[in-house]
């Protein structure tokens, strides 16, 4: 289902469920974050559904945590994004160790034009698009990859949709590209 007209970057919370048909294919860059066969097919069989809460705090700092749950009520990762270009880590039982900072910026900032691509206004609370950094946390791990992604608003078949596009860079240098979609499911 398309998101509200009225919505934009301001608040997105509410529910979401990833649109396959619609998203371009995560495996490779799963296989290359070290997931595993199994745990890979069966991600591609589930439905993903998103829980997003989009939030302020008290000193005005803004915060967007998400909740995964797979088919049949399955518990899958949480994501917690404070706009403050902080790193943080984080123990992801599928991604392993993380290290993670997010913040908005302009698209004049965003490096590459893959993350800069088909943006709707609504995308870009005053002037800047959410834009989210993600590495493996080497020193524990043993892996070495990296993503970057823009989060916002595009048109997808004549319709507003929430999307991500995430720029990936594997272990050997393999480099990535890929968008994916979600259907709007209402408020929390």
Same mark, same amino acid.
């Not at 007209?5 to 974050?33: C, F, H, P, V, W």
């Not at 048109?155 to 890929?178: Q, S, Y």
């Given at each position: 289902?398309?998101? @509200?007209?009225?919505?934009?970057?301001?608040?997105?919370?509410?529910?979401?469920?990833?649109?396959?048909?619609?998203?371009?294919?995560?495996?490779?860059?799963?296989?290359? !974050?070290?997931?595993?066969?199994?745990?890979?097919?069966?991600?591609?069989?589930?439905?993903?559904?998103?829980?997003? !809460?989009?939030?302020?705090?008290?000193?005005?700092?803004? &915060?967007?945590?998400?909740?995964?749950?797979?088919?049949?009520?399955? +518990?899958?990762?949480?994501?917690?994004?404070?706009?403050?270009?902080?790193?943080?880590? &984080?123990?992801?039982?599928?991604?392993? @160790?993380?290290?993670?900072?997010?913040?908005?910026?302009?698209?004049?900032?965003?490096?590459?034009?893959?993350? +800069?691509?088909? *943006?709707?206004?609504?995308?870009?609370?005053?002037?800047?698009?959410?834009?989210?950094?993600?590495?493996?946390?080497?020193?524990?791990?043993?892996?070495?990859?990296?993503?970057?992604?823009? *989060?916002?608003?595009?048109?997808?078949?004549?319709?507003?949709? &929430?999307?991500? &596009?995430?720029?990936?860079?594997? @272990?050997?240098?393999?480099?990535?590209?890929?968008?994916?979609?979600?259907?709007?499911?209402?408020?929390?």
């Amino acid at each position: 289902m398309a998101a @509200p007209a009225e919505m934009t970057t301001r608040d997105i919370s509410g529910k979401y469920t990833m649109n396959k048909s619609l998203s371009d294919d995560s495996d490779e860059i799963l296989r290359l !974050q070290g997931v595993g066969w199994l745990t890979r097919k069966a991600i591609a069989m589930a439905t993903l559904s998103l829980r997003v !809460q989009h939030y302020k705090d008290d000193d005005a700092v803004e &915060h967007i945590d998400i909740d995964q749950t797979l088919t049949g009520g399955i +518990k899958g990762t949480s994501e917690y994004r404070t706009l403050d270009w902080t790193e943080r880590s &984080h123990e992801d039982y599928v991604f392993g @160790p993380v290290l993670s900072k997010s913040r908005r910026i302009s698209l004049a900032e965003v490096e590459r034009d893959w993350l +800069k691509k088909d *943006w709707l206004d609504e995308s870009l609370e005053d002037g800047a698009i959410i834009y989210t950094c993600a590495k493996s946390d080497e020193s524990k791990s043993g892996r070495k990859w990296s993503s970057e992604q823009t *989060w916002g608003f595009e048109l997808v078949n004549g319709e507003k949709r &929430h999307t991500r &596009h995430v720029f990936f860079e594997g @272990p050997g240098g393999e480099l990535i590209e890929i968008r994916l979609v979600y259907d709007y499911a209402g408020t929390l």
